[in-house]
């Protein structure tokens, strides 16, 4: 239903009209007063309020005269909801005593530490006293003292001294992250911000209450005294820790990055941010940073020239290339996630034409196949979150994309959304569903089916039990099919649960859906940054850039005005590709950002870097597998480029260039430009012009997409592609910050604090993809599976096997933050206590697990949010000495692994 | 002269004026003296009624709330939103200094509370009450619980009540130790086992949005006391008693520099405050003959008087007229000897102690005004110390009126200034001597 929208975003039959000073503004029914003036450029000050929490009224700094039944009155603004035909006065000698009366209040007990203080500087208070506040002080009494600062976790350290008792942290903490491990303490002028003893602020989002604390209570370990306010300056970007893709700044101070703060985007991040997007800028600087080329010198990477390493580099793949018939079966490319969507394209240029290999793939054996990504109907967050009902089909969202936990979270919570989530272990989205099922790892795709099944499931014969399915009680089953049928159209968020069962597992599960309910709209959530962006560049075999097949692209692309050659037919994944390097068939790996040596779910991945293949690793960080790479090209990283990103949604938003790559190394399209002369061809790209400009001509998906538009300041909360026509006027404003709901985040002046909303412009683009009205002939689309893996019956003495994502891991980006790196936990076998005392094993003790990937030593663990006869152990985590993490256990050419747990003798 | 001590305890009166039937104090807590004596005999009568008929005798009375605010008990009855779950909850937090009425009310006429309560109940059709009673009132708890056990297994609370089909039961809940939580909507955020917080009006009227979101009745020991005997003698009854607004009889809390402090039960509007002070039968004068120096009509939060008003009556819209208000029923006298300064300031530290600390002014007001009044009373005042005290209850409460506008979310931040604004008003010259001696003049 079409509704018409005012001048203020706002449907008609929804608005009252108030009186503010005089002048009568619109405002939508139920909003409160404040973001009525905020949006009519009234500016009224403010503390305790955040415009995306509940008010709170507390701190009384936003108080106006409003008129009532008994005249006007001061009433707090935050609080009180517009009414037709009320009068609100922000202006008057009255309002002005309360809040100067306000702010004495406040400085009252608030410590003189602004000079040493890291918000002096971008500090509400210190502004807002500039503005509202008395001149002069007339306290002259004793303040009161605390010890300070003390520890709430190792990210964050609180000054209670200068708490001015917003409760703005404490409400995060509650309800929005749903870890309620702050709050008051005592009262009165005696309350502090407190933890429970022996308790850490251990959450995932405990960044934000350092973000939205309006004094300098709240201070994060990494920032603390790194930096003067007016010392910084700041780009808008988007993070790509994950695929989430939330709006951040990026700040620096003497081309350093100092730190992030999140921006808030409606249709994304919300201003939130987890705590390893906002912290792991630490990897910028990082030991571990690659800043001039190496080459392998007599057993030792040794440091050289660019143009040597380009030479050896070009010789290595040349060679290659000359032995064998087909250049898919000689030279294979891993990775890609990591770059922009512009190096991305000059990347497949290089691959796919030059060296003319198909076998190139951005997935490490962790998401979702290219079809699936690319072909299955899109939902976005916001088409998610307001969907009546969610089927969620993913690892623990909290570990793999927080930000979207949180919106589904929110979502679930507002009562909007029931969220129907399949697991094979407990995950933090669990208390928010109004179902969980927990199948038997591997097993989805029946479940699946027996959810959508025309009838319930039945006994095997008349009068017997009706037997489980997928290890999920046959009522339960029932009970959630009856919810389920009641909603005609479904969205789904569909992601890989676990490391440990194979693609097809999952592929099988997501088929069995689009069988059943062939309406369902996907947001496929993967691990990797720009996966997205990769897969839209053609980094995957069997695709070429603009989601279309090899068939569907290539008269464009094999064309002379187009690339003039693209692979004759499909080449190898990645799994392929590293198998292929192990047997020694392969003759060139190139390594684009990839760590396949631990970063692969197979026990035998790091085989293939001592297969004989020459290794070129392009990278930042000199990982597991740079190490062993025969020429090694130092690439710069996230905030030393720019361009765009494409997030799970596939939405496009840009990526801040805010430092310049340190030492000698390069951004990836120029590696890929500079790779491509020295093998004696020409890519074309001299900048990233050239590349978008080779983009918008050659790809239909980028047709209108020109840096014009994404530069564009209201295209900032990104533009999901494709984009029907070239939009118009995009003049307007930029998106105003809130330095009073993130402090420090810009240099608006205050009085220009307007309430975030949607971009109007590109509303109505949200379904792309095979469905949506401009997919083209070519296009890539889901193939569904004929049939489901065959699986293993489950034995009565084996485990079988979850390998889940950790948001903390031993990931370059990590293990290269300080302060992130000592949160990353200990890999263990986690197991129901059933099957520990089984064995007569208990916490910590060292067992075998006999696996497909051999017999290794293990370190246990109770644990009984686990089922019984599921073993859990997360990917990619540090281990105990002698120990195996969790890639050793994995065979990931089967669809499932089961292992069995002995003890030692 | 109404209100005579009939127990031989001195000072302390219960009485229902000129209501010989009840039960002698000493054992007036038991089942059983109270069955003697005529108890429940309201209830009973309220369930032959239909709840409408109830409410309307209750308003015919025109019982005002004894907790603080004065409001119409039944007018805040019929303003209960309908609702299918409403709830019943007693105020008997009692924490105001020199209020101490509920607390007898409780200790010594636990089954009269129980009885009101259960009347309230059924007139408001809640299936479910709670006393929420002060936790240092330890004996107060002990027989309010023994008084509910007992009542329950008299029949008189829990399903089908004497058999009428009408069914409620009563909680009894200790208050962990916050004068805060006697402010009702923080009464109720405590009893849902929150921190003690006031939640902001509007939206929060308990009768829309009360305890757990239902609607709710909150009402004060004193006065569902009051409803067995306006039930079994009627509204009427108990409007022929008093003047205008102000009926029935009302327990005065007594203290301060009387000769006999204590709980004086007395017809409302009839009596002056300077009856109640020096009647012989009720506070028996000054102490020492001395003179009235200043007087609190109506509780710690209550504006003061000077010896001038002594001739008002005890009736709470002559009171609210004069700028005060007879508040919780506690009368503070301040006899001639009183340091007007460390008077207020112990007051102000009071509130500064208590302010639960959720909004600015109050927080930090209270503990601004409580440093430096302190600091003038031990001499150390500067006299633009009394400007400075002024503007900060200006800061507070916007004009420094009674009743007051107010920068905060309840009213204990405007409480702070009925003491100490008040005083510097009346005894201006008495906080410059402070100054200019630097030190407290007083003997
Ligand atoms: C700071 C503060 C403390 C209060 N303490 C009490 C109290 O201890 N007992 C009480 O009955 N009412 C107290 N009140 C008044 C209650 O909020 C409420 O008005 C009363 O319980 C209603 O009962 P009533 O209508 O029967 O008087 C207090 C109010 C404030 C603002
Ligand atoms: S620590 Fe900061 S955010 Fe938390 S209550 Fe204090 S001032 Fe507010
Ligand atoms: S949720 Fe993902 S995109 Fe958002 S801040 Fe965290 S890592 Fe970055
Ligand atoms: S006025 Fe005082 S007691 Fe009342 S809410 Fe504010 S801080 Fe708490
Ligand atoms: S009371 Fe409105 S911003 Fe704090």
């Known amino acids: ?905 | 002269m109404s209100g005579t001590p009939r127990t031989g305890a001195p000072f302390i009166v219960t009485s229902r004026t000129g209501d010989a039937t009840r039960p002698p104090m000493e054992e007036g807590h038991t089942l059983n003296a109270y069955l003697a004596s005529g108890g429940y005999q309201g209830l009973r009568k309220a369930l032959t009624m239909n709840p409408e008929e109830v409410v309307a005798e209750v308003l015919a009375s025109n019982l005002l709330g004894r907790g603080g605010a004065g409001f119409e008990a039944g007018r805040k009855w019929s303003m209960v939103r309908p609702n299918p779950v409403r709830y019943l909850v007693i105020n008997g937090d009692e924490s105001e200094p020199a209020t101490f009425k509920d607390r007898m009310l409780m200790e010594r006429d636990p089954h009269q509370l129980v009885e009101g309560t259960l009347i309230a109940a059924y007139a408001i059709g809640a299936a479910q009450a709670f006393i929420f009673i002060r936790g240092e009132f330890a004996l107060g708890m002990e027989r309010v619980i023994a008084a509910v056990n007992d009542a329950y297994r008299h029949g008189a609370i829990g399903a089908n009540i004497f058999g009428s089909g009408f069914s409620v039961d009563l909680v009894v809940h200790p208050g962990a130790g916050a004068y805060i939580c006697g402010e009702e909507t923080a009464l109720l955020e405590s009893l849902e086992g929150k921190r003690g917080y006031p939640r902001i009006k509007p939206p929060f009227f308990p009768a829309a949005i009360g305890l757990y979101g239902e609607p709710t009745v909150v009402n004060n020991v004193e006065t569902v006391s009051n409803l067995p005997w306006i039930v079994s003698n009627g509204g009427a009854a108990f409007a022929a008693l008093g003047q205008g607004r102000s009926t029935g009889t009302r327990i005065f809390a007594l203290s301060g520099h009387v000769v006999r402090p204590g709980n004086y039960e007395v017809e409302m509007s009839k009596l002056t405050f300077r009856d109640l002070i020096f009647d012989p039968e009720l506070g028996g004068g000054v102490r020492g003959g001395k003179s009235v120096k200043a007087f609190i009509p109506g509780g710690a939060s209550a504006p003061w008087f000077g010896p001038d008003q002594l001739d008002l009556p005890l009736d709470q819209d002559a009171v609210g007229k004069a700028g005060s208000m007879l508040g919780s029923g506690s009368v503070i006298v301040m006899d001639s000897d009183t340091c007007a300064v460390r008077a207020a300031w112990r007051i102000a530290r009071f509130f500064h102690r208590e302010s639960c600390g959720q909004c600015t002014p109050c927080r930090e007001g209270s503990g601004w005004i409580d440093k430096v009044m302190r600091r003038i009373e031990d001499g150390q005042g500067r006299e633009e110390d009394l400007d400075l005290l002024m503007d900060a209850c200006d800061n507070i409460a916007p004009g420094v009126s009674w009743p007051p506008a107010q920068t905060t979310i309840c009213v204990l931040g405007p409480s702070i200034p009925s003491s100490v604004a008040w005083s510097i008003r009346m005894f201006r010259d008495e906080y410059l001597l402070h100054i200019k001696e630097g030190a407290c003049p007083c003997p």
Not at chain 1, 123 to 148: I, M, N
Not at chain 1, 188 to 196: L, M, N, W, Y
């Open chain 1, 1 to 905: 239903m079409p509704v018409s929208v005012n001048e203020s975003g706002i449907p008609s039959e929804d608005t009252v009209t108030i009186t503010v000073n005089g002048k009568q503004i619109a405002a939508a029914k139920g909003e409160m007063i404040i973001s009525a003036t905020d949006r009519a450029g009234v500016n009224v000050p403010r503390f305790c309020y955040h415009p995306r929490m509940k008010p709170v009224g507390m701190c009384r700094m936003c108080l106006v005269e409003v008129s009532g039944p008994r005249g006007m009155s001061l009433q707090p603004a935050c609080y009180l909801p517009v009414a037709d035909g009320m009068e609100v006065v922000t202006d008057s000698e009255k309002v002005r005593k309360a809040q100067d009366g306000v702010l004495e209040f406040l400085l009252v007990n608030h410590p003189l530490d602004c000079p040493v203080c890291d918000k002096g500087g971008e500090c509400p208070l210190q502004d807002q006293t500039l503005a509202y506040g008395p001149g002069e002080s007339r306290f002259v009494e004793e303040k009161r003292h605390w010890a300070k600062p003390i520890e709430l976790s190792d990210l964050v350290l609180l000054d209670r001294e200068r708490c001015i008792q917003c409760a703005r942290c404490t409400r995060f903490a509650s309800e929005i992250a749903g870890d309620p491990l702050i709050d008051f303490f005592s009262r009165g002028d005696s309350t502090e911000v407190a933890i429970a003893p022996g308790e850490k602020f251990t959450s995932y989002f405990s960044g934000n209450t350092v973000q939205i604390c309006p004094v300098g209570a709240l201070t994060a370990t990494p920032y603390r005294f790194a930096a003067r306010p007016w010392d910084l300056e700041q780009v808008e970007s988007t993070c790509t820790s994950c695929a989430t893709g939330c709006r951040v700044v990026v700040q620096s101070s003497s081309n350093q990055v100092i730190r992030y703060l999140g921006v808030d985007s409606d249709p994304v991040n919300q201003s939130w941010l987890c705590d390893k997007g906002r912290f792991d800028f630490e990897a910028h600087r990082a030991g571990s940073r690659v800043t001039v080329p190496m080459v392998r010198e007599g057993g030792e990477l040794v440091e050289c020239t660019w143009a040597e390493a380009l030479r050896k580099a070009a010789e290595g793949i040349g060679r290659a290339m000359e032995v064998a018939s087909d250049p898919s079966s000689a030279v294979g490319v891993i990775g890609g996630a990591r770059l922009a969507n512009e190096d991305a394209y000059a990347w497949a240029k290089l691959v796919k034409s030059v060296i003319g290999t198909d076998s190139v793939d951005a997935d490490l054996g962790d998401g979702l196949p290219a079809d699936a990504v690319l072909g299955l109907p899109k939902a976005t967050i916001d088409e998610v979150c307001s969907a009546p009902l969610v089927l969620v089909m993913t690892p623990d969202l909290r570990e793999l994309a927080p930000i979207l936990f949180l919106r589904l979270k929110a979502a679930a919570q507002s009562g909007r959304t029931k969220v129907i989530e399949l697991t094979s272990v407990g995950t933090a989205l669990g208390r928010y569903a109004t179902e969980t099922l927990v199948y038997r790892p591997g097993e989805a795709a029946s479940l699946v089916a027996a959810l959508f099944a025309d009838s319930d499931p039945k006994p095997l014969a008349a009068g017997m039990e009706i037997p489980p399915i997928a290890g999920v009680a046959a009522s339960d089953v029932a009970r959630t099919r009856a919810l389920l049928a009641g909603f005609s159209s479904a969205v789904a968020v569909v992601g890989r649960p676990s490391l440990a069962e194979s693609t097809e597992a999952t592929v099988a599960a997501v088929a069995a859906l689009s069988a059943a309910r062939p309406e369902t709209r996907y947001l496929t959530v993967h691990r990797r940054g720009n996966l997205h962006g990769a897969l839209d560049a053609g980094l995957a075999p069997g695709i070429l850039p603009g989601r279309v097949t090899l068939e569907g692209g290539r008269s464009t692309f094999a064309a002379e005005s187009g690339w003039g050659r693209v692979p004759a037919s499909t080449g190898m994944s990645t799994h392929e590709i590293l198998r292929s390097a192990a047997q020694g068939s392969l003759g060139a790996l190139i390594l684009l950002g990839a760590d396949p040596v631990v970063d692969f779910p197979d026990h035998e991945s790091e085989k293939a870097l001592s297969g004989g293949a020459f290794v070129v690793a392009v990278t930042a960080h000199l990982c597991e597998s740079a190490r062993r790479a025969d020429v090694v090209l130092p690439a710069a990283m996230y905030a030393e480029r720019g361009g765009t990103t494409t997030n799970f949604e596939g939405r496009v938003t840009t990526l801040g260039k805010k430092v310049t790559p340190p030492g000698q190394a390069w951004e990836d399209w120029a590696i890929a430009a500079e790779l491509a002369t020295a093998l004696g061809s020409d890519l074309g790209f001299t900048s990233f012009d050239d590349i978008a400009a080779e983009r918008t001509r050659l790809v239909p998906l980028f047709r209108h997409f020109t840096p014009h538009i994404w530069n564009a300041p209201s295209t900032r909360d990104g533009v999901l592609l494709p984009l029907a026509t070239a939009p118009v006027g995009l003049t307007g404003a930029p998106r105003a910050l809130d330095p009073v709901a993130t402090p420090g985040i810009g240099s608006l002046p205050h009085h220009a604090v307007r309430p975030p909303s949607p971009s109007p412009l590109f509303a109505g683009t949200g379904t792309t993809g095979p469905s949506g009205a401009v997919a083209s002939p070519g296009a890539v689309r889901f193939s569904r599976p004929a049939s489901p893996p065959d699986l293993p019956a489950p034995d009565a003495y084996s485990l079988r096997l979850v390998a889940p994502y950790r948001l903390y891991d031993c990931g370059t980006h990590v293990v290269g933050s300080a302060h992130l790196a000592a949160l990353a936990p200990v890999g263990t076998v986690r197991v129901n206590h059933y099957d520990l005392d089984r064995l007569g094993a208990s916490t910590g003790d060292t067992l075998r697990a006999v696996s497909p990937g051999g017999s290794h030593q293990v370190v246990v663990e109770v644990d009984d949010e686990v089922q019984r006869g599921t073993a859990v152990m997360g990917f990619n985590l540090a281990v105990a000495e002698g120990s195996v993490s969790a890639r050793s256990l994995i065979d990931l050419s089967a669809p499932v692994t089961d292992i069995r747990l002995e003890a030692h003798r």
